[in-house]
C-alpha cells in the first residue's frame, strides 16, 4: 500500500469519526438519547473501526495522526462544553454534577500510545486490547446504568456497580477468546496454548482489567484498560510459553493474597484491588526473586503497624492516614517498585533489580521508623532541619530509635533478596550489597522527613487547636469543616512524600550499584533470570 492510499484511508477514517459524532449529537438532541448511551454507542463503533484500521494503513503514521487531532479537540470540547453526547460527567452523593471525565481524551492517548508500540507484527495486541476496551467498558456502564436496584461500591472517587463490573468481566472474556482465536496465527504463544490454556489466560486478563475499571475513574480507565491488557499479552508474546505459567501463577496468587490481607484488615477495598493488580504484574512477570522482597516490606511493615496500632491512638488525628493502607498508599509504598518492574520487562537491565530492592528499603525504613519511633513511650523527636525538639507526631520530627529501627528495616530486605537470589547477590558481594541497600534504605527515610517538614501540607484542626496531616476534621455531631492550611503546599500529602521516599530509594540503589558492584554482578544477571 504506497503513501497516498494511507492518506485516502486517512481521510476516510475522520470522516467516519466525524459521522459518529454527528449521528450522537443528532440521537440526543432530536430522540433524547442519554448522554450515557451516545457515549457507549461511539465508544463501541470507534473500537471497531480502529479494529480494522491494520488493514486499511500499513503504517502507523496516520492512525497516530488521528489520535494528535482528536485528543487536543476532546480536550477543548470538555472545557468549552461542546459535543455533550460524548463527554460525561461524575456526579456525587446529592446527585450534582462533581467533575467532568475525561475518558474521550484518554481513549485515543491510549490508541496513540499502543500504535508507537504494538504496531507491525504485534498490532493484533492493540486490536485486541482496544476491542476490551470498547465493549467492555462500554457494556459495563450500560448495564450499571440499566440495573433498577444496582448494588454499588465506592473505592475511590466515584461509585461503581457490581452489576456493571461482572458485566465488564463476562464481556472481555468472551471479546479476549474471540480475538485470541481469531489471531491464533499470528502469535507463537496463542498457538501453543491449549482451549482450556487460552480460556484460562483470558479469565486472567479479564479479572486484571475489571479491577482496573472498578478501581479508576475520571475517564482514565479508558487508558489503563487496553494499556494492562496490551502489557500482558506483550510480556508474554516477547518472553515465550515460559511466561504463561508465571502470568497464571501471579494473577491467582495476589488474587488470593489481595483477599486474604483484605480480611486481616491490613488493606481497605481499594488496597486491596491495587494490590492484586500490583502483585499480578511483580508476582506474575518477576518470580520469586521479586516477589519475596515486597513480601517482606508488606508483611513485616503491615504486622508492625498492627502491633503498634495502640501505641499510635494518641496520633490517630494527626497523621493522614490509618494503619489500614487503601490504594493511595500501596502505590506511594509500590508504586515506583511497580514502574521498575514494567521498565524490567522490556529493558532486562540488571540494574534495576537493585534499584527495586533500594525502593522497597526506603519505604520499609521509612514505615519503620516511623512505628518504631511512635511506639516509644517518650521519643523526644528532633526536628531534621534544625534537630530542635518538636512535639510526638510532628511531620519532618526524627528519633535516634525509630532512624535506626527503619535504618535495620532497610536491612531485612537486603537479607530476603539474599534468601531468594543468592547468586545475584554474591556476584555483587555480602559487604556492597548491604551497603547498596542500607544506605538507599536510609536516605530514602531522610528524604521523606525532610519533605515532611518543608513541603508537606500541614493544617489547622479549630475543633482540637493542633496541628494535623488531615485536610478536614469531624466535629462531635458528625459536621465535617475544612482545616486551615498552614505551611507546606496543599497538594503534597503523606502520599506524596512517600512516592518522593520511595523514588529517591530506587535511584540511590541504582546509581551506587554502579559505583559499588564488581563487573561480574552485571553478567550474572543477564544469566540468572528471575522468571
Known amino acids: 500500500?504506497?503513501?497516498?492510499?494511507?492518506?485516502?484511508?486517512?481521510?476516510?477514517?475522520?470522516?467516519?469519526?466525524?459521522?459518529?459524532?454527528?449521528?450522537?449529537?443528532?440521537?440526543?438532541?432530536?430522540?433524547?438519547?442519554?448522554?450515557?448511551?451516545?457515549?457507549?454507542?461511539?465508544?463501541?463503533?470507534?473500537?471497531?473501526?480502529?479494529?480494522?484500521?491494520?488493514?486499511?494503513?500499513?503504517?502507523?503514521?496516520?492512525?497516530?495522526?488521528?489520535?494528535?487531532?482528536?485528543?487536543?479537540?476532546?480536550?477543548?470540547?470538555?472545557?468549552?462544553?461542546?459535543?455533550?453526547?460524548?463527554?460525561?460527567?461524575?456526579?456525587?452523593?446529592?446527585?450534582?454534577?462533581?467533575?467532568?471525565?475525561?475518558?474521550?481524551?484518554?481513549?485515543?492517548?491510549?490508541?496513540?500510545?499502543?500504535?508507537?508500540?504494538?504496531?507491525?507484527?504485534?498490532?493484533?495486541?492493540?486490536?485486541?486490547?482496544?476491542?476490551?476496551?470498547?465493549?467492555?467498558?462500554?457494556?459495563?456502564?450500560?448495564?450499571?446504568?440499566?440495573?433498577?436496584?444496582?448494588?454499588?461500591?465506592?473505592?475511590?472517587?466515584?461509585?461503581?456497580?457490581i452489576e456493571g463490573s461482572v458485566a465488564m468481566f463476562v464481556t472481555s472474556v468472551f471479546v479476549l477468546v474471540g480475538s485470541l482465536i481469531f489471531f491464533i496465527d499470528k502469535s507463537e504463544i496463542i498457538s501453543s496454548l491449549s482451549l482450556t490454556s487460552l480460556i484460562a489466560l483470558c479469565i486472567a486478563i479479564a479479572l486484571v482489567v475489571t479491577a482496573v475499571e472498578a478501581l479508576l475513574s475520571g475517564g482514565m480507565d479508558n487508558l489503563f484498560i487496553p494499556l494492562s491488557a496490551a502489557y500482558i499479552l506483550l510480556v508474554l508474546e516477547l518472553n515465550g510459553a515460559v511466561m504463561f505459567q508465571s502470568v497464571m501463577i501471579g494473577v491467582s496468587a495476589a488474587l488470593i493474597f489481595a483477599r486474604v490481607s483484605f480480611a486481616l484488615k491490613f488493606l481497605t477495598a481499594s488496597g486491596a484491588v491495587g494490590t492484586f493488580l500490583f502483585g499480578s504484574n511483580i508476582f506474575g512477570m518477576g518470580g520469586l526473586d521479586w516477589t519475596i522482597p515486597v513480601l517482606t516490606f508488606f508483611l513485616l511493615s503491615s504486622i508492625l503497624s498492627k502491633i503498634g496500632k495502640e501505641h499510635k491512638k494518641k496520633y490517630d488525628l494527626i497523621f493522614e492516614k490509618s494503619s489500614q493502607r487503601d490504594v493511595g498508599q500501596v502505590l506511594a509504598n509500590g508504586g515506583v517498585a511497580w514502574a521498575l518492574m514494567i521498565w524490567f520487562s522490556f529493558a532486562q537491565d540488571p540494574l534495576i533489580y537493585l534499584a527495586y530492592l533500594g525502593t522497597l528499603a526506603a519505604v520499609q525504613a521509612d514505615t519503620w521508623a516511623t512505628e518504631i519511633g511512635t511506639m516509644i513511650k517518650d521519643p523526644k523527636p528532633r526536628f531534621i532541619l534544625n534537630f530542635k525538639p518538636v512535639p510526638a507526631g510532628t511531620s519532618g520530627g526524627i528519633t535516634f530509635t525509630g532512624t535506626f529501627g527503619g535504618f535495620v528495616g532497610a536491612l531485612l530486605i537486603c537479607v530476603s533478596a539474599w534468601i531468594i537470589a543468592p547468586e545475584k547477590m554474591m556476584s555483587i558481594g555480602v559487604v556492597q550489597s548491604f551497603l547498596i541497600v542500607g544506605i538507599a534504605g536510609a536516605g530514602g527515610s531522610l528524604v521523606d522527613s525532610f519533605f515532611g517538614a518543608t513541603l508537606q501540607a500541614q493544617y489547622y484542626d479549630p475543633i482540637r487547636k493542633k496541628t494535623t496531616e488531615r485536610t478536614h476534621s469531624r466535629k462531635e455531631n458528625g459536621e465535617l469543616i475544612e482545616n486551615e492550611l498552614q505551611k507546606g503546599i496543599r497538594w503534597i500529602d503523606n502520599d506524596v512524600v512517600n512516592t518522593l521516599c520511595a523514588t529517591t530509594g530506587g535511584i540511590l540503589g541504582y546509581f551506587l550499584t554502579q559505583a559499588f558492584a564488581e563487573p561480574g554482578f552485571f553478567e550474572s544477571l543477564k544469566t540468572v533470570s528471575g522468571n
Open 1 to 161: 500500500m504506497t503513501f497516498s492510499q494511507d492518506f485516502s484511508s486517512f481521510s476516510i477514517a475522520l470522516a467516519l469519526l466525524a459521522a459518529l459524532v454527528a449521528v450522537s449529537e443528532v440521537l440526543k438532541k432530536t430522540l433524547n438519547f442519554k448522554p450515557s448511551s451516545t457515549r457507549k454507542f461511539v465508544h463501541i463503533l470507534t473500537s471497531v473501526l480502529i479494529f480494522f484500521s491494520p488493514y486499511y494503513f500499513e503504517s502507523n503514521f496516520y492512525p497516530a495522526l488521528i489520535t494528535l487531532i482528536f485528543i487536543p479537540l476532546n480536550l477543548l470540547a470538555i472545557k468549552n462544553n461542546w459535543l455533550s453526547s460524548l463527554h460525561g460527567v461524575h456526579y456525587d452523593d446529592e446527585n450534582e454534577v462533581q467533575s467532568p471525565s475525561y475518558g474521550t481524551v484518554y481513549y485515543p492517548l491510549a490508541f496513540f500510545i499502543l500504535t508507537l508500540s504494538c504496531w507491525g507484527e504485534h498490532v493484533w495486541i492493540l486490536q485486541t486490547s482496544m476491542l476490551v476496551l470498547g465493549f467492555g467498558d462500554a457494556i459495563a456502564a450500560l448495564v450499571g446504568e440499566s440495573s433498577e436496584k444496582p448494588h454499588t461500591f465506592k473505592l475511590m472517587a466515584h461509585k461503581k456497580t
